[in-house]
């Protein structure tokens, strides 16, 4: 890739936002750094819950979700995938062409069900829902609530609790769960007590498709993070994180041995991690991607995981992977384009069809006998699953991408500053072997030490030494004004 590169996109057909994006911004050398990434899942395992709290939460649909354990995000990897996000289609843009979170990885990642009602707008009012489903409110309530005062009120439910104050506990449970993972906002600590109304009756809850909402969210606030006014990005992290490390061989951590049988398949890189790549910066990640390799990728990740622990209803509902649908989370509406990436589903990639602009959120409607057109591509979700084509010329696909993509994110060194950095790098080296004393070895180790001295001396006089470091370069540029200026 040279520095001299056009980024793209040729066509601006398809990436209509582009001078919003970030990557505009990067590409002109206005760098925003890391993002701050929130979600809350390292206090989880302070909730304790009883036997009965748990047979509720399985109840409502969130059995596997509360097995999430603490993780450690990952932000300059997390932010070098939003650089790469497009709004416009739902999907990442990557060299080797699109890919994209789907309700398969949400379904097998999290274990949450893709299937069901549309999680929507109950019309009530917030602190009576508050107060009726958790017995109290917040002195302070304006419609959200804090974790924190929901942990402090809530987080110990006694054995012996009556089965009014087991419901309230559990309830306040779920709020807490929610907020803190697959609906955790840029509001940092608060949730909408919106979702409360949900689980007023616990088996009603588990009717719902969290997962597709849980989805809805988590495009909206890459969406969101993609543009070049923002700092932060909640959602689900530890899905996007996850899903990383299973599609691509960028920042993804060794493991200590191979994975025992477990679900969901997120727990393979949340239990059995012996490190990770952490210490990796920015730029080291937008560089990669920039340059990633179909090697790089695996499109079929969990195709050699045992899914025998996968639930049936989960296994049953996976025919919804490749459905061209709309995606419902209260008001936001978001399109799930499976078509733009059939290679992660084993299948030939043709070139996509267009796709309509979108309100992103629910309609009104004057009707209430009339589903919202959102609403209604939901319902028919089942209508629109694409089977693939029996075949497809991928050479045709990636001549077509390559001129609607966004090529490149960050700019190409060129040979001259790698050059400069070796001098500099080589120049603290010479630097800290002479100013190591010898004093306290033995004689063995100072002449292996003489040895090394020796050669880094060696190698500095041949290659580096009449190159200009850095201090110099600013020296003579220093003293070069000075004689101009006398």
């Known amino acids: 890739m040279e520095s001299s590169a056009t980024p793209g996109p040729d066509d601006p057909l398809i990436l209509k936002e582009q001078d919003n994006h970030i990557s505009s911004d990067i590409w002109d050398g206005k760098e925003r750094g890391v993002l701050r990434c929130l979600e809350h899942t390292s206090i989880l395992e302070r909730w304790k819950l009883t036997g009965k709290q ?28 939003v650089e790469r996000w497009r709004k416009e289609t739902n999907t990442f843009h990557f060299s080797v062409g699109e890919m994209t979170i789907t309700l398969e ?35 302070d309530f304006k419609g959200a609530v804090k974790l924190t005062w929901l942990k402090e009120v809530f987080s110990e439910c006694p054995e012996d609790a009556g089965i009014e104050q087991i419901e309230y506990s ?57 543009l070049k006014s ?20 960028i920042g993804r951590p ?53 899914f025998s622990v996968v639930p049936e209803d989960i296994k049953n509902s996976l025919v919804l992977r490749t459905s061209r649908t709309m995606l419902i989370c209260f008001d936001k509406a978001e399109k799930h384009l499976p078509d733009r990436c059939l290679r992660q589903f084993g299948l030939p990639q043709p070139i996509p069809k267009d796709i ?34 029996d075949s497809a010329d991928e050479s045709e696909y ?11 994110v960050g700019r190409a060194e060129s040979w001259e500053s790698r050059f400069r950095q070796t001098i500099k790098a080589m120049h603290e080296v010479v630097k800290i072997v002479n100013s190591i004393s010898t004093n306290g070895m033995d004689r063995e180790d ?16 041949e290659k580096y030494a009449d190159s200009p470091s850095e201090g110099d370069r600013d020296s003579a540029k220093r003293t070069g004004k000075r004689k101009r200026e006398g």
């Open 105 to 139: 990885d949400v379904a097998l990642l999290l274990g949450l069900s893709i299937d069901g009602k549309p999680v929507t707008d109950v019309d009530v009012d917030p602190k009576s829902v508050c107060e009726n489903l958790l017995g109290k409110a917040p002195t």
């Open 254 to 306: 060794k493991l200590k041995k191979d994975p025992e049988n477990c679900f969901p398949f997120l727990l393979k890189w949340t239990e059995n991690r012996s490190g990770s790549r952490m210490g990796i910066n920015l730029p080291t990640y937008r560089k990669a991607l920039d340059s990633l390799q179909p090697s790089d990728v695996q499109w079929l990740p969990y195709k050699d995981m045992d």
């Open 356 to 389: 309509e602009d979108w309100k992103r959120k629910i309609s009104s409607m004057d009707s209430k006998e009339e589903l919202p057109p959102e609403l209604k591509e939901w319902a028919d979700r089942y209508e629109f699953i694409n089977n693939g084509v």
């Open 170 to 226: 559990t309830r306040a449970y779920l709020l807490y769960l929610l907020g803190s993972t697959i609906f955790a906002s840029t509001s940092g600590n608060k949730v909408s007590v919106m979702y409360l109304s949900l689980f007023k009756d616990f088996d009603e809850a588990g009717k719902y498709a969290w997962g597709a909402a849980a989805l809805a969210f988590l495009y909206r606030a890459l969406g969101n993070a993609s």
């Open 54 to 81: 748990i047979e509720l939460v399985e109840r409502a649909g969130f059995g596997y979700l509360r097995l999430m354990p603490a993780v450690t995000l990952d932000c300059a990897l997390i932010s070098a995938l």
């Open 398 to 408: 990636l001549q077509w991408y390559e001129k609607i993509t966004r090529k490149f």
């Open 446 to 461: 100072r002449k292996l030490f003489s040895n090394v001295r020796t050669m880094v001396q060696k190698c500095w006089t």
């Open 230 to 249: 923002q700092r932060t990005i909640s959602g689900s992290l530890t899905l996007l994180q996850c899903w990383s490390y299973y599609h691509l061989n």
